[in-house]
């Protein structure tokens, strides 16, 4: 429960108001509420999240070289490829020899539990190309207090191997990260696997 209260909250449309420009807002999910939670001074670490885009601030996320930053749909973080998909990104990979770099960011905040009660967001993927054949996979993660972004940066994350097949395989490495599980960078790789979807059918993704 800890961790679906703490899901960003979301402005409400078409509510005029009559003091000015002050947004209104409600939670990402809707929850019943059985205690009386009511606070005049909303904590730090609540996000009324109004769209701010890492976009705005592409020099300044840390831990990125330089390159490309891409807008993609929530289905991006969200989807479900079906399991056992090809680990091949032939689009990703030609952008990434291209310019270097790629930021991969959907038009949200995600919260996973392990960052419950916390100002730190993931808001997609960042890739770098590390040698010609060997890609570090990220997650972009940003830091929301109140109502803005006010800091982005990548998380350590695996290394994969282009082989002459085009297939990439984890290639363990020194600067990998230190978490121990398998799970956030497989969903990395299941994310990408639908950016190299839209890549090669962008129409599908137009609405």
């Not at 680990?87 to 990979?93: A, E, G, H, K, Q």
């Not at 291209?98 to 967001?121: D, S, T």
């Not at 800091?151 to 230190?178: K, L, M, Q, S, Y």
Request: glycine letters at 12%.
């Amino acid at each position: 429960m800890d961790a679906l209260l703490s899901l960003p909250w979301i402005p409400i449309p078409g509510i005029a108001n009559p003091v000015g420009d002050i947004p209104a807002f409600r939670r990402g999910i809707e929850l019943p509420e059985y205690d009386n939670s009511f606070v005049k001074i909303a904590s730090p670490a609540v996000a009324f999240y109004r769209g701010g885009k890492v976009e705005d601030f592409f020099d300044e996320v840390d831990g990125f070289s330089g390159g490309i930053g891409v807008q993609v749909p929530e289905i991006t973080m969200f989807g479900s490829p079906d399991r056992g998909f090809p680990r091949i990104y032939p689009n990703v990979l030609a952008m990434l020899q291209k310019h270097g770099g790629a930021i991969f960011e959907v038009p949200m905040l995600v919260k996973f539990p392990q960052h419950a009660g916390g100002l730190f967001y993931q808001k997609g993927l960042a890739l770098d190309l590390v040698g010609s054949d060997l890609v570090h996979v990220g997650a972009l993660m940003v830091s929301h207090p109140g109502q803005e972004i006010d800091a982005a940066g990548v998380t350590r994350g695996w290394f994969h191997r282009v082989g002459e097949d085009g297939i990439w395989r984890r290639e363990p490495h020194n600067d990998d990260c230190p978490c121990g599980t398998d799970w956030p960078h497989e969903r990395h790789m299941a994310s990408l696997y639908i950016v190299e979807h839209l890549l090669a059918e962008p129409a599908e993704f137009d609405e």
